[in-house]
């Protein structure tokens, strides 16, 4: 693993095995729903960073773990601080798909 590759972080493969192994979870694609019908993680909802005001009632519980995903890891992080500050206890900004090395649905 080089330099860059520390600061990127473990990538969207290694954040949707989590994902997948975490009890009631929810992979949410924050990428807007053009991108999205591109191709997307299997499994993966779209809730746009635009549209983040409708995330009551997708996920009503706050306590439920959310995985979080873009393009590239920047508006999913804003997604991630937008959710903390609504009261979202288990948020997790995994990155971009675009190192994403796993299966895409169209």
Do not use: W
Request: charge should be positive; glycine fraction near 14%; charged fraction near 25%.
């Amino acid at each position: 693993m080089g330099l860059l590759d520390f600061f990127r972080g473990p990538g969207l493969d290694r954040g949707v095995e989590e994902y997948r192994s975490t009890p009631g979870a929810l992979l949410l694609d924050v990428r807007t729903l053009p991108e999205f019908r591109e191709g997307h993680v299997p499994g993966a909802l779209n809730l746009p960073l635009q549209e983040l005001d409708r995330i009551a009632r997708v996920v009503p519980e706050k306590s439920t773990p959310l995985f979080l995903y873009c393009r590239s890891g920047a508006r999913s992080g804003q997604a991630a601080e937008i959710l903390e500050g609504m009261g979202y206890s288990k948020v997790k900004n995994i990155g971009g798909i675009i190192s994403y090395k796993g299966k895409v649905v169209r």
